[in-house]
């Protein structure tokens, strides 16, 4: 329904998306990546709030044009402290749409209708991210650009509030550096490093068997239970200006990696590496 | 180096955290694991002498909740570190990392390299020169523990000391704190929310719920006793 062609992404003169182009399917659609690797730039660029230099966003096959209907049908939810602090709950949701009962948005969320008086300080975070949803799903929107939603709450919370986004029937885009999260809610995911899609595919495979080094290292950081340490490169972060972005970390890197590889289809994966096949 | 027995930490009259006894001996590290509101960061205030309790802690010979406030400063500057969750807002934002470092150790009177303890967590040394806001956050948590280095510290008391950073950034910090145990005999007490994550390093789990220790457990960990807390957890 929405899709990115080849579309780069600029502050002021400095790129940070490069010739990205990704579809938003059905069943989840999970955008992976570090701190500054371009994500939530990507995302405030499907809400309509920052214009590709290069490229365009199209909704349903056309190019954003008519942004009211589009903000109805396409919301964003990001960590809870986008709430207005003054404001009692009930009526920051009672706000999007008033024609919607309050009571019945809160209790589909798990909120108890009772908790509508309360101002957001007055709520734990859990609570406060369920506002936030309450608030988006008041519009009954069909997609939900969802930033981090999760990323501020204790892992308890953040199970539950997980188990409420995954029964939602709302297509959906989800930001996160999170691994768990995306292989709860996505069926399709995409790794972005540096500002570009470096691996695409289905959620389960490109977790269990990444092509790209850098998915692979992203997978081989995360602690499991019982398990040995998270591996450690004990390179900086840093990213190359020319030829592959992740070259200078990369434990796989060759000279060929200068020149910047162009994403291949290996069955149903999308891997820009030149040494994808190895892997 | 740590031992900590019928430890009780108070707000007023509400008690936040009961513990009846923890040990950490050098080299080690225990993680203190529980969801919030569970006591576990109020236990290592306590420990630190930041939070009214009663009980008994020693932390490398000092009696914390019986010593001066002299004796106190000392052993919170050099000997015991605390490690937060977001050392960049803990760090003056005008001042160099280097000035910064320069006067803590002024301020201990400890003669160190402040290049050879950023090399002791992979920090380039050029570092010293930048402000606060001109590294990233992985940096700062290693500048951190690079300062504790420097200031001679025995034992790291840790607050979520990674659970703000992206996974990579994540695992290149935990490689620097096991590193540091393993070469200089550095003592880890590490409170956490993140039970994947202490169960690969830990040698002890301490888990906490509602203030109160509801159970211990011994590195090698089952897959069982493990996923009891995560049940336990809900």
Known sequence: ?279 | MIEVSDLEVRYGTHVAASVPALTVRPGECVAIVGESGSGKSSTLMALLGLAEASGNVTICGVDVLRAGPRELRRLRGSKAALVMQSPQAALPPTTRLGAFMRRALKLHGVRASMEEAMRAVLLDPALLRRYPHEISGGQAQRFAIALAIALGAEVILADEPTSALDVTVQAEVIAVLQRLRAERDLAVLMVSHDLALVSTIADRIVVMKDGQVVGTLTHPYTRQELEAVFGAQG
Do not use: W
Request: glycine fraction near 8%; aromatic fraction near 2%; proline fraction near 8%.
């Open chain 1, 1 to 279: 329904m929405l899709k990115a062609e080849n579309v780069t992404l600029a502050y002021g003169r400095t790129p940070v998306v490069h010739d990205v182009t990704l579809e938003i399917t059905p069943g989840g659609v999970g955008l992976i990546g570090e701190s500054g690797s371009g994500k939530t730039t990507l995302a405030r660029a499907f809400l309509g709030l920052l214009k590709p230099v290069k490229g365009v966003i199209l909704y349903g096959g056309r190019p954003l044009t008519d942004l009211r209907a589009f903000r109805r049908e396409v919301q964003p939810v990001f960590q809870a402290e986008s709430l207005d602090p003054r404001m009692r709950v009930g009526r920051s949701i009672a706000e999007a749409r008033p024609a919607m009962p309050v009571a019945s948005l809160m209790e589909a969320v798990g909120l108890d209708p009772a908790l509508a008086g309360r101002r957001p300080h007055e709520l734990s975070g859990g609570q406060r991210q369920r506002v936030v949803i309450a608030r988006a799903l008041a519009v009954e929107p069909r997609l939900l650009i969802l930033d981090e939603p999760t990323s501020a709450l204790d892992v308890t919370v953040q199970a539950r509030i997980l188990e409420l986004l995954a029964g939602l029937e709302t297509e959906r885009l989800l930001i996160t550096h999170n691994l768990a999260v995306v292989s709860r809610l996505c069926r399709t995911s995409h790794v972005l490093f540096a500002g570009r899609v470096v691996e695409s595919g289905p959620t389960a495979e490109l977790l269990a068997r990444p092509m790209h080094p850098y998915t692979r290292a992203l997978r081989e950081a995360v602690p499991e239970l019982g398990g040995s340490p998270p591996a450690a490169t004990g390179a900086e972060p840093v990213t190359a200006a020319t030829g592959c972005a992740y070259r200078l970390r990369c434990p796989l890197a060759v000279p060929a990696c200068e020149e910047r590889p162009e994403p291949v289809a290996i069955g149903d994966r999308r891997v820009a590496c030149h040494r994808a096949t190895e892997l």
